[in-house]
């Protein structure tokens, strides 16, 4: 099922919609959909690389706006659904220390998983739950989100078609590394 929905993604980019298809994916993405917008970004940069930089920019606004609705659902919905189960089992008071843990290190957080594989779906939403200032989650998710879009379209519009695989298939590997390293950095600053 997921390759189905990974193929019929991909196809979208070859539409006379494809910006639209982009918005969309986009924003799901940060919410609730399983397929990044890489996917429909690299064959539509591939195809015009001229327009490399303003098709990042829309997958960026579009991402940084489904943020904004995966955080709604966590702060939303978390009273109704996810609070009683909680406390159901026992493990409500455990959260308020989780919470209190994530929100020192959310602007983190929120960057390493806008630059990475990791589902940024799972930030958004954790980022409501334990309200993570939002003015702290805006400003990280559009830095983070940027940063990945941009350097993708970057890569692409100076490589072209060669790069694609690169990207496809080492690029979160790369973003992973890179977060190792600045958080690291930022630790032996901190040590000194």
Partial sequence: ????????????????????????????????????????????????????????GVATVASVAGGMLGYYIGYGLFEAVGQPILDFYGKGEKFDEFATSYNEYGAWAVLFAGVTPFPFKVITIASGVTQL???????????ARALRFFIVAALLWKFGAPIRDFIERRLGLVFIIFCVLLLGGFALVGLL
């Fill in 1 to 56: 099922m997921l390759r189905g929905l990974y193929n019929w993604t991909l196809s979208l980019a070859q539409s006379p919609y494809a910006l639209w298809a982009l918005v969309v994916v986009a924003f799901m993405e940060s919410s609730f959909f399983p397929i990044p917008p890489d996917v429909l970004m690299i064959p539509m940069i591939i195809a015009r690389p001229s327009r490399a930089f303003l098709i990042a």
């Fill in 133 to 143: 200032s939002l003015p702290v989650f805006i400003i990280s998710s559009i830095i």
